[in-house]
């Protein structure tokens, strides 16, 4: 059901109240209309506000009615020091499916595991190069996530990568890995992308 032009008033009234928390909450449940320059003219200050709760809040406008304008001041966040305000900011930014944004949020697989994750998976095959250098890191749960990750959005492009993890330490690493070429081998035409995996003869898609 769309927004009467009421309630969109009364939610940039409050944005200049004493309670802006009720202007914020019911603009991140609003469709964006012609009036997107204002708000988020009125919700671009409460990202630098000394209250965590209204600087998420903020983000979650920004991150429905914002645009690639405003998303360095995003991404700004998913460095902050509060963990609610960098999880809205990541699920802000992963609506702009650049590889830029992939790699800040990639980025936080070590410290915001299961919120980078599922952004990581809404943004799609935009996100496999970020993801894929994280095969490297060295927490082996962080190189197991980066290999579940790619099972999901992943091309036989990150193939070769998967299958160097075949030596790692790990065993968790190494079943995650073998996992991920599963399903990217089930997921793709694999008869028709073979020309993207070397042929060095450690080709992880040929039968065994």
């Given at each position: 059901?769309?927004e ?9 009234d ?5 309670t802006p ?5 019911a603009l ?15 919700v ?19 991150g429905?009615?914002?645009t ?9 966040l998913?460095d ?5 305000v ?18 800040a949020?990639?980025?936080r ?38 290999c579940e ?28 890995a ?18 993207d995996v070397?042929d ?9």
């Amino acid at each position: 059901m769309a927004e009467s032009k009421d309630d969109f008033e009364e939610a940039m009234d409050y944005l200049a109240s004493n309670t802006p928390v009720f202007g914020l909450n019911a603009l991140a449940d609003m469709r964006p209309n012609d009036q997107r320059a204002r708000v988020i003219a009125a919700v671009l200050p409460f990202l630098t506000s000394t209250d965590d709760s209204l600087q998420a809040d903020a983000v979650k406008v920004l991150g429905v009615w914002g645009t690639e304008q405003e998303l360095p001041a995003m991404l700004d966040l998913l460095d902050d020091s509060d963990t609610f305000v960098r999880h809205d900011a990541i699920d802000a930014v992963a609506r702009f499916k650049t590889a830029a944004v992939a790699e800040a949020i990639a980025d936080r697989l070590p410290h915001d595991a299961l919120q980078a994750e599922e952004a990581l998976r809404e943004m799609g095959e935009v996100a496999e190069s970020a993801v894929a250098r994280y095969l490297k890191h060295p927490d082996q749960f962080t190189r197991s996530n980066a290999c579940e990750i790619l099972g999901d959005i992943g091309t036989p492009k990150c193939a070769p990568e998967l299958f160097k993890l075949e030596h790692d330490p790990s065993l968790l690493v190494t079943s995650a890995a073998d996992e991920a070429l599963r399903k990217i081998r089930f997921r793709h035409n694999v008869d028709a992308e073979k020309s993207d995996v070397p042929d060095d003869g450690d080709n992880p898609f040929d039968d065994e």
